[in-house]
């Protein structure tokens, strides 16, 4: 059983930028590819970007490309989303998720955590 615990979230100011951790344990982390989710409210939970076992492979959603940027630190048990140039429409609940197939843009996972509040002010 993994257990995801995010943090970094928080009140941001439109241009601003924010880092996302999310911390592992549990399990061994490099049998995970790892993703990013976010919810806003009253709308479906969404794809924003994953990473393979070993930070080889990171698609993003097209909405994020050039502002996010994922990685993950295998010796820490952390996936991390830098993000950039932040839009007040992107306020959310970011959500880190595991699992061991193919990074998948639908929320197919294993594994969630409880997420973390990100505010973006106009």
């Known amino acids: 059983q993994v257990q995801l615990v995010e943090s970094g979230g928080g009140l941001v100011q439109t241009g601003g930028s924010l880092r996302l951790s999310c911390a592992a344990s549990?399990?061994?982390?490099?049998?995970?590819?790892m993703a990013w989710f976010r919810q806003a409210p009253g709308k479906e939970r969404e794809f924003v970007g994953g990473i393979n076992r070993y930070g080889d492979s990171t698609p993003y959603a097209d909405f994020v490309k050039g502002r996010f940027t994922i990685s993950r630190d295998n010796a820490k048990n952390t996936v991390y989303l830098q993000m950039n140039s932040l839009k007040p429409e992107e306020t959310a609940v970011y959500y880190c998720?595991?699992?061991?197939?193919?990074?998948?843009?639908?929320?197919?996972?294993?594994?969630w955590g409880q997420g973390t509040q990100v505010t973006v002010s106009s």
């Open positions: 549990g399990g061994t982390f490099t049998r995970y590819r």
């Open positions: 998720a595991a699992r061991t197939g193919v990074v998948v843009t639908t929320p197919e996972y294993d594994y």
